[in-house]
């Protein structure tokens, strides 16, 4: 099949407003057409995707026989209006595709594909009134904008995303300002690229809400002005819409991504939930062992092998192909695709949760001197009878550096598998180890920390960090979390702490599959922050965003395990 390639095709809104694609249409004929709606240029060359990135190529599309649109989303570079993040993506959405089904190439069937914003814009077509909208396949994206990005599954502002990415954003609107005469002043453009290009000084200014750089307010502000789960973000939580999803999903997600625990929240929803049988039972979820972005599965202190490569553009083809052309593979895809870490290879589910999965609790005990690597912490099958307690002191002043996890921005160190050497030797680190095991113990599913703690503060942070120590002492993150304690009962009502009572909370800790080898210990640690990854927590009860450093205090934190305070790691265990 032949294609036409066409830039800067212009399609009108409802409210009058301008957006502009570039098409790949066929020559002759009708074909199917595959939609991606973006806000990051559509002319830019990663956009165009490639072997190991997070968006197939597009070419390999065409050769399968699909038209292609990629949209400028309303006000990000060559389309008119505002942007305004998710506002208003189910409308413009809707207009797209009814701009569609006019053109003279159209089959009557669409999909949609592509990672992070352009997933979440896939959302808002599965939500909207689009009846020629097939299977839509979002990449590293949540449904759930709170919990499931900017802020942590316990309400921590996810800080570094929160600078960089908006750095990203309002840069581009910089940018477009100049070009289009609307400014002659580029000096906010360079401070903002500035922040883009070396994000991770602008997280040392206080107070958040202050931050020079990104003072254009608008949606920076609001996300600030709205630490709880409020009405603000309960009116942009898809998640609890997905039942009226009515086409399947082709989840694809990686471990070490900073959405990875809300996409797989995702697909359970669309499995149980989903408002068509053809959508709960054919939807997919693949997941590899990489970050946000990045397919390939090599990082400075973890390399998974070549097995860790993947090529989405096949996926999605063979996807696609069933759910717009009515072309079922000649082997039925698997439900499930996971790569399981520390065997280092791929695996086919017929579900999640795994079926036979089995939640086993790891117990916390220590003599009192849990501190650093090095410290008496352990980790038991047992449920310790005698009471104890581990402390360490945080000081907003000096936060744990973050050392791997799921984040952004991707900085070699900071994002992905990162050997915990590099910060486990701090006191204010809490190390709980599990003896050397003789036999392989696999985890796959969400992991948590059922903990009872107290403070010398109103409020605070704990972190939980799920850890597998090689024989060589390398001991490799795999998950973690964050909860902030004026959220332990509901993120939606902070209630602050009284200083010294104890409380039993749950650190939720993400998600993840690792198989622990013989030879190798599985560790817990806990702290009381994580940054940049998440805000210093000022310890003072008051809005966080707004507290300059030296409004911040000190505080001790305890941690209580044994007896009637049975603090434990629940691991989700496959015995295979």
């Known amino acids: 099949m032949s294609f036409i390639y066409e830039r800067n095709v212009p399609m009108t809104t409802r409210d009058g407003v301008t957006l502009r694609a570039n098409v ?3 020559a002759e004929g009708t074909a199917p057409t595959l939609v991606v709606p973006h806000p990051y240029n559509k002319e830019a060359s990663p956009m165009a995707g490639g072997y190991n990135t997070a968006i197939p190529p597009v070419l390999s599309f065409l050769n399968a026989g699909y038209a292609v649109v990629w949209q400028d989303v309303r006000g990000a570079y060559e389309s008119d209006g505002v942007f305004e993040p998710k506002v208003n993506e189910i409308a413009d959405g809707e207009d797209t595709l009814a701009w569609i089904a006019e053109q003279d190439w159209y089959d009557g069937t669409v999909g949609a594909y592509g990672p992070s914003y352009l997933g979440m814009t896939q959302w808002a077509l599965a939500l909207g009134e689009n009846p020629g909208l097939k299977a839509i396949a979002p990449t590293q994206t949540s449904a759930n904008w709170y919990s499931g990005l900017w802020y942590s599954q316990g309400g921590a502002l996810c800080l570094s995303l929160v600078t960089w990415w908006n750095s990203m954003m309002y840069a581009a609107e910089e940018q477009r300002s100049l070009q289009r005469g609307e400014t002659s002043d580029s000096s906010q453009l360079m401070r903002l690229v500035g922040a883009f290009m070396d994000p991770l000084p602008v997280n040392e200014a206080t107070p958040v809400a202050d931050l020079p750089v990104h003072g254009k307010g608008r949606w920076f502000d609001d996300w600030l002005a709205h630490p709880d789960f409020d009405d603000h973000w309960k009116a942009q939580d898809w998640s609890v819409r997905i039942d009226e999803v009515t086409v399947p999903v082709l989840e694809i997600g990686g471990w070490y991504d900073l959405k990875v625990h809300g996409q797989v929240a995702d697909f359970v929803r669309t499995r149980t939930q989903a408002g068509s049988e053809q959508a709960r039972d054919q939807s997919r979820l693949i997941i590899g062992p ?68 089995r939640y086993t609790d790891y117990h916390l005990t220590s003599g009192g001197a849990a501190n650093t690597r090095d410290g008496d912490g352990v980790l038991t099958a047992d449920a310790p009878t005698a009471e104890g307690s581990d402390g360490f002191r945080y000081d907003p002043r000096d936060p744990l550096p973050t050392a791997g996890g799921a984040l952004l921005p991707a900085l070699p160190g900071l994002v992905g598998p990162v050997d915990q050497r590099v910060v486990d030797g701090r006191a204010d680190v809490l190390c709980y180890t599990g003896p050397v095991l003789t036999e392989p113990v696999e985890v796959t599913g969400f992991v948590e920390l059922k903990v009872f703690v107290s403070s010398t503060a109103v409020d605070t942070d704990i972190t939980a960090k799920l850890v597998d120590v090689f024989p060589d002492g390398k001991a490799i993150n795999l998950c973690d979390g964050i909860l902030r304690l004026r959220y332990r009962n509901s993120l939606s009502e902070p209630q602050l702490m009284t200083p010294g009572q104890v409380y039993e909370v749950t650190v939720p800790m993400s998600v993840t599959s690792n198989v622990f080898l013989p030879g190798h210990r599985i560790r817990l640690d806990v702290s009381g922050s994580n940054f940049p990854h998440y805000d210093r927590n000022s310890n003072t009860g008051g809005v966080i965003s ?31």
């Open 24 to 26: 790949w249409r066929p």
């Open 290 to 357: 990489w970050d946000h972005g990045n397919i390939g599965g090599q990082y400075p202190d973890r390399y998974f092998g070549m097995l860790s490569l993947a090529d989405l553009g096949e996926h999605h083809v063979t996807f696609f192909d069933q759910h717009l052309k009515g072309t079922p593979p000649a082997t039925p895809a698997p439900r499930v695709r996971i790569f399981v870490m520390g065997i280092d290879q791929w695996r086919d589910e017929t579900d999640w949760p795994l079926p036979d999965t």
């Open 546 to 576: 707004s507290e300059a450093l030296e409004d911040m205090v000190i505080v001790d934190t305890t941690v209580h395990h044994g007896g009637a305070r049975p603090s434990r790691l629940v691991l989700p265990v496959i015995d295979r």
